[in-house]
């Protein structure tokens, strides 16, 4: 297949490029470059089977040739990035998702939307079902993210129904592992950066609110079981393992080594208390369930991070 991926620079989107190439398709990544880095994918620089564009999506994208999908996963992700940048972030959710599925429906291209558990905003509905709508703040600092994607899923599902464009979205869990950010803003690279500098480790609230956190190869498996199934309306994926903050803290502690402990500040506005994917619809649709073990896959981000410093 020749497939176009926006955010092909970043965390995720160069994972996904990497699989992709590693399987035989052609692979045109995109990306401004806000969030994302050459860095990710310097090493598959000079293939032959993957192509480099630096372009913003919220404005009109062209691409030459044919296309037999669009993986749409282009977007900041990380708090920090909600106060920074939420006038871009907005953009890239509505202007780029419509540039995005233009793309796709002039190709006759599949399109798979990267949407986010954050759409479930501080959830009512615990686990959380792709049944359930949701309790966003939308004039929150966190709403730029939030709301963004869920009109990026209407949209997408608004292009299904009246052009006819075959499409995927995907919700999103908690994910990591190398090629995030040091000063990402996520728990993970904020614990493993603190507890690599020797440094206390600042949970937020008192630490008993929870996260699912996923590696994310076992991610990128799951989006490309979806782009290859028949799913048009979202599927979660994540790691369905709850784990309270507090208790996720201790664990970076004792893998790093670090012996300073952990600090409580309070919670920030609107953040989550419960976050755990019902990955009933993967586990059926996809055969998809996550196969790293969570220490497994902490060991690999602590060495990435730690070559990184």
Not at 275 to 293: F, H, K, M, N, Y
Request: net charge neutral; aromatic share 8%; hydrophobic share 40%.
């Amino acid at each position: 297949m020749r497939i176009l991926v926006t955010g092909g620079a970043g965390f995720i989107g160069s994972h996904l490029c990497d699989r992709l190439v590693a399987e035989g398709h052609e692979v045109i990544a995109m990306d401004n470059l806000v969030t994302g880095s050459t860095d990710n994918i310097a090493h598959l620089a000079g293939h032959g089977r993957f192509q480099f564009i630096h372009h913003d999506v919220t404005d009109y994208i062209y691409v030459p040739g044919p296309l037999d999908a669009v993986m749409h996963l282009a977007s900041p992700a990380s708090p920090i990035d909600f106060s920074r940048i939420p006038i871009q972030i907005l953009k890239v959710n509505s202007l780029g998702t419509h540039n995005a599925l233009g793309v796709a429906y002039v190709k006759g291209a599949r399109f798979l939307l990267a949407s986010t558990s954050e759409v479930y905003g501080d959830p009512l509905v615990h686990p959380q079902p792709e049944s359930y709508w949701g309790n966003v703040n939308p004039i929150g600092i966190r709403g730029v993210y939030d709301e963004g994607k869920r009109f990026s899923e209407a949209i997408t599902m608004a292009y299904h129904r009246i052009h006819g464009v075959d499409t995927r979205i995907i919700r999103i869990f908690n994910t990591y592992g190398p090629r995030m950010r040091l000063e990402d803003g996520r728990v993970v690279p904020n614990f493993v950066g603190q507890a690599l500098r020797g440094q206390p480790l600042t949970v937020y609230g008192d630490g008993s609110q929870t996260r699912s956190f996923c590696y994310v190869s076992d991610l990128v498996d799951g989006m490309l079981r979806l782009l290859m199934c028949n799913q048009t309306g979202p599927v979660n994926v994540g790691n369905p393992e709850e784990m309270c903050i507090r208790e996720f803290a201790e664990t970076i502690n004792r893998l790093t080594g670090n012996q300073a402990g952990i600090v409580y500040k309070p919670l920030p506005t609107d953040d989550p208390r419960i976050r755990q994917p019902d990955i009933t619809r993967a586990r059926s649709l996809l055969g998809w369930e996550p196969q790293v073990a969570l220490e497994e896959g902490l060991t690999r981000a602590i060495a990435y991070f730690r070559s990184k410093m």
